[in-house]
T-cell receptor, first 112, second 112 residues
Framework: GENVEQHPSTLSVQEGDSAVIKCTYS??????FPWYKQELGKGPQLIID?????GEKKDQRIAVTLNKTAKHFSLHITETQPEDSAVYFC???????????FGKGNQVVVIP | KAGVTQTPRYLIKTRGQQVTLSCSPI?????VSWYQQTPGQGLQFLFE???????NKGNFPGRFSGRQFSNSRSEMNVSTLELGDSALYLC???????????FGPGTRFLVL
């Protein structure tokens, strides 16, 4: 099955700096890549997703890039704010399939 | 539009018992997926139900089962509880397959 790896496990950034989280996947058939943010005591919340027919997608301070050849995708958060502190999960699935394979998560800490 | 709701939010059981968790999807969503989240294994896919039928299944023992009703609400049952079943159980809903999944707040479950 699909194996998704996520690096680094913990990331500390100064407020206002950028944060980048990278994920790799193993199944070349995967074509849907969502990113979720999970705050303490809550369920994961979708923040952005990308499908394999595009290489980059942006939504305000958040962007995701996808490199199908290298089988990796990254989350970029610019101008970080304290409320960005959370655990971020990347995931992958194939067309028409709701079975998401998740990475282990990144703890992002934004230092005021 | 109301989000995904899960009941109960917290639950304590003892080994050998069984438990039933409930998930109500977003109105209009017909697919419900269940995930187990633990510190060691992360987020793992349990199964997915669509139109009252199990459409996909993860690598969990037969003690984990589920069902979906005609109104798309879903239940997950775990029989003969083991200490290792302690986890956060999340459900996610989507319209059909391969689309954005929205997670509920989860049921935090402890087996003593």
């Amino acid at each position: 099955g699909e194996n998704v790896e996520q690096h680094p496990s913990t990331l500390s950034v100064q407020e206002g700096d950028s944060a980048v989280i990278k994920c790799t996947y193993s199944d070349s058939a995967s074509n849907y890549f969502p990113w979720y943010k999970q705050e303490l005591g809550k369920g994961p919340q979708l923040i952005i997703d990308i499908r394999s027919n595009v290489g980059e997608k942006k939504d305000q301070r958040i962007a995701v890039t996808l490199n199908k050849t290298a089988k990796h995708f990254s989350l970029h958060i610019t101008e970080t704010q304290p409320e960005d502190s959370a655990v971020y999960f990347c995931a992958a699935s194939t067309e028409g399939n709701n079975r998401l394979a998740f990475g282990k998560g990144n703890q992002v800490v934004v230092i005021p | 539009k109301a989000g995904v709701t899960q009941t109960p939010r917290y639950l304590i059981k003892t080994r050998g018992q069984q438990v039933t968790l409930s998930c109500s999807p977003i109105s209009g969503h017909r697919s419900v997926s269940w995930y187990q989240q633990t510190p060691g294994q992360g987020l793992q896919f349990l199964f997915e139900y669509f139109s009252e039928t199990q459409r996909n299944k993860g690598n969990f023992p037969g003690r984990f089962s589920g069902r979906q009703f005609s109104n798309s609400r879903s239940e997950m049952n775990v029989s003969t509880l083991e200490l290792g079943d302690s986890a956060l159980y999340l459900c996610a809903s989507s319209y059909s397959g391969g689309e954005t999944q929205y997670f509920g707040p989860g049921t935090r479950f402890l087996v003593l």
